[in-house]
T-cell receptor, first 115, second 112 residues
Framework: NAGVMQNPRHLVRRRGQEARLRCSPMKGHSHVYWYRQLPEEGLKFMVYLQKENIIDESGMPKERFSAEFPKEGPSILRIQQVVRGDSAAYFC?????????????FGPGTRLTVL | GNSVTQMEGPVTLSEEAFLTINCTYTATGYPSLFWYVQYPGEGLQLLLKATKADDKGSNKGFEATYRKETTSFHLEKGSVQVSDSAVYFCALKSFGNEKLTFGTGTRLTIIP
């Protein structure tokens, strides 16, 4: 049973470009969470999605960041016009329809570097 | 708001030493508490959890007890191994809120 998959594992962008991070949840999981880890800091919650719905985006920056979890395909975290401060590790987690955060399973992360 | 404060790292111990990593929290109500572990190059794995006061979570020789009176959830292991080298994160989840609040992580290195 494959775990949570994220790609790419490493992403390099120049300032002003767009970054797209993908997350495929575990089989049978319909809840997806995105977290960001800045250097030397803990993970910070960004957004919680269910299929085709954003449930909680209280941790998302107000501009340039967006997330989606379509009916088919992976969840996408999109960062437009990246800046150096966006350099971080972005982790995705998934959970089944019941159980909540007690059963969040994390992917290996995407490490974004903005030059 | 919710917050988690973890022992500053890095922590370096010899094999078979006793381990304690301190974790204290601030939250409304009675949160669930967790320890996650991150091995090099991998994602976070749930190590153990406790959902109410005085519960003890345990896994792979690690233990942590939910102490409401001191708002703490310290991680302990009696005899560490080289394979325990990793980064350890303390986290909490409030009732009715699906997001996890993490501490900054403690890097643990065990030397033979």
């Amino acid at each position: 049973n494959a775990g949570v998959m994220q790609n790419p594992r490493h992403l390099v962008r120049r300032r002003g470009q767009e970054a797209r991070l993908r997350c495929s949840p575990m089989k049978g999981h319909s809840h997806v969470y995105w977290y960001r880890q800045l250097p030397e800091e803990g993970l910070k919650f960004m957004v919680y999605l269910q299929k085709e719905n954003i449930i909680d985006e209280s941790g998302m920056p107000k501009e340039r960041f967006s997330a989606e979890f379509p009916k088919e395909g992976p969840s996408i975290l999109r960062i437009q016009q990246v800046v150096r401060g966006d350099s971080a590790a972005y982790f995705c987690a998934s959970s089944p329809p019941v159980g909540g955060a007690d059963t969040q399973y994390f992917g290996p992360g995407t490490r974004l570097t903005v030059l | 708001g919710n917050s988690v404060t973890q022992m500053e790292g890095p922590v370096t111990l010899s094999e078979e030493a006793f381990l304690t990593i301190n974790c204290t929290y601030t939250a409304t109500g009675y949160p669930s508490l967790f320890w996650y572990v991150q091995y090099p190059g991998e994602g976070l794995q749930l190590l153990l959890k406790a959902t109410k006061a005085d519960d003890k979570g345990s896994n792979k020789g690690f233990e942590a007890t939910y102490r409401k009176e001191t708002t703490s959830f310290h991680l302990e292991k009696g005899s560490v191994q080289v394979s325990d080298s990793a980064v350890y994160f303390c986290a909490l989840k409030s009732f009715g809120n699906e997001k996890l609040t993490f501490g900054t992580g403690t890097r643990l290195t065990i030397i033979p």
